[in-house]
């Protein structure tokens, strides 16, 4: 479907975590440059008003962000944990959230 307002969306993680003794970056035609990239793909196509993307912390959020951009999404990146007690920010802001706040069951901050 492309009638879509919000995409919540997790490409894998495999290229970027920190259990993973060869790395690739999101260029490298790994498994992790080739889903968010295939997700890329449909954004383009859809164009939802809201993109929320869950990854490790490893991810290149930089890299991601600009493909974003690129595509006409405004982003900024403030690199720092949300406090889920106060509000998540202004419109096109990035948040780094810990799972652990919202019961979901890992440890990993995504």
Known sequence: PLDVDILVAGTSCKDYSNKNNFKKSIHDKGQSGDT??????????????????????????????????????TTASSGSYHDPSKPAGKRGTTHFFDTKFFYIPHTRTR
Do not use: T
Request: proline share 5%; with cysteine.
């Open 36 to 73: 968010f990239f295939g997700m890329l793909e449909w954004v383009i196509r859809a164009m939802p008003a809201i993109i929320i993307l869950e990854n490790v912390c490893g991810a290149p959020w930089g890299v991601m962000e600009k493909e974003l951009q690129q595509v006409g999404y």
